[in-house]
């Protein structure tokens, strides 16, 4: 079975802390997302990476960053919290890139984040 | 701007009752995903549908993507409390970058 996991599942942090959420897949998958998630919002894509070193903007990447070193590791960071960050993130991997519509995202269990 | 649209987002149903939950969108997908979050947990992929007025059945679940390939339901027969979770519609845009757009939810209560 695939496995994502995350290295938080709860976090509190202080508006202008810098914060790390870290995930790692175990199967081999090149790409790898983070998502925030908020009650009515559904999931929003912040970034995604289809490879080592290679990184591409989702749909809301203002106030975050991320580092994809090696192929099982993509970390999401929050370089200085602010409150309007408090949410949901999930971090998800898949197998193929683009040409696969039966395309599968593994999720990860979550990393509730409260910035106060 | 939220291009996927779900509704109902909330929904409280005694178990043996049928339901759908639609997902709509003014844009088109080159195919569409249903997934279902519990508790705690992260999303769980249960269908794709790719062509247009498709129809996917898994158990008790129905599953139908539009013609115009713009919108999907999901239709839940004999709803048990089991089916409890939030519904999660997913689809992968038909040109541009790489990326799935997620509709909005619905939370599905199932009463026993």
């Known amino acids: 079975d695939v496995k994502v996991t995350q290295s938080s599942r709860y976090l509190v942090k202080r508006t202008g802390e810098k914060v790390f959420l870290e995930c790692v897949q175990d199967?081999?998958?090149?790409?790898m997302f983070w998502y925030r998630q908020d009650p009515g919002l559904g999931l929003r894509l912040i970034y995604f990476?289809?490879?080592?070193?290679?990184?591409e903007k989702g749909d809301i990447p203002e106030g975050y960053s991320v580092s994809r070193e090696k192929k099982e590791r993509f970390s999401l960071i929050l370089e200085s919290a602010s409150t309007n960050q408090t949410s949901m993130y999930l971090c998800?991997?898949?197998?193929?890139?683009?040409?696969?519509?039966?395309?599968?995202?593994?999720f990860g269990p979550g990393t509730r984040l409260l910035v106060l | 701007t939220q291009l996927l649209e779900q509704s109902p987002q909330f929904l409280s149903i005694q178990e043996g009752e049928n339901l759908t939950v639609y997902c709509n969108s003014s844009?088109?997908?080159?195919?569409l995903q249903w997934y279902r979050q519990e508790p705690g947990e992260g999303p769980v992929l249960l269908v794709t549908?790719?062509?247009?007025?498709e129809v996917k059945k898994l158990k008790r679940l129905t599953f139908q993507f539009g013609d115009a390939r713009k919108d999907s339901s999901l239709h839940i027969t004999a709803a048990q409390p089991g089916d409890t979770g939030l519904y999660l519609c997913?689809?992968?845009?038909?040109?541009?970058?790489?990326?799935?757009?997620f509709g909005t939810g619905t939370r599905l209560k199932v009463l026993a």
């Open positions: 998800a991997s898949s197998l193929l890139f683009q040409g696969n519509l039966q395309e599968t995202q593994y």
């Open positions: 199967m081999d998958h090149e790409n």
């Open positions: 990476s289809y490879d080592v070193k290679m990184k």
């Open positions: 844009s088109v997908f080159s195919s």
């Open positions: 549908v790719v062509t247009g007025g």
């Open positions: 997913a689809g992968a845009r038909a040109s541009g970058t790489y990326k799935y757009i």
